[in-house]
């Protein structure tokens, strides 16, 4: 039984240490997003200060064939501290093909638009 339970604490430590690390990337490549967007647009990072809140998507992949659909994974941040986490999906028909990947900033006003996202 307790060489069980060990086998158990084990995977459950491995688990827990793979997520750390996918989670680890994803804070960078958000941080990343949002460097590569302020050398682009100046001013953008400051955009963000202001903001109540926003979401960083850094990488949404989208492809079509008729069908299509997008998925991107995020991390939601206010007052420039990481706050959460989010995803963002759309599904598509209609006359369309091929592939994209892009980087989506979503930026919240005011606490209820950021509350209606949280919904």
């Known amino acids: 039984m307790l ?4 086998k158990l604490a084990s995977k459950l430590s491995k688990s827990l240490d793979k997520e750390e690390s996918v989670l680890q990337e994803l804070n960078g490549e958000c941080r990343a997003a949002v460097n590569r967007l302020d050398e682009l647009k100046p001013g ?7 903001a109540h809140a926003y979401a960083v998507f850094p990488s949404v ?3 079509a064939a008729v069908l299509g659909g997008a998925f991107g994974k995020g991390e939601v941040f206010a007052e420039g501290k990481l706050i959460g986490y989010a995803a963002v999906a759309q599904v598509t028909l209609g006359v369309q093909l091929g592939g994209d990947t892009f980087v989506e900033v979503v930026v ?9 996202f949280k919904q």
């Open 3 to 6: 060489e069980k339970l060990q």
């Open 61 to 63: 992949g989208k492809a």
């Open 108 to 116: 919240f006003e005011n606490k209820e638009a950021l509350e209606r």
């Open 44 to 50: 953008f990072r400051a955009m963000l200060k202001k």
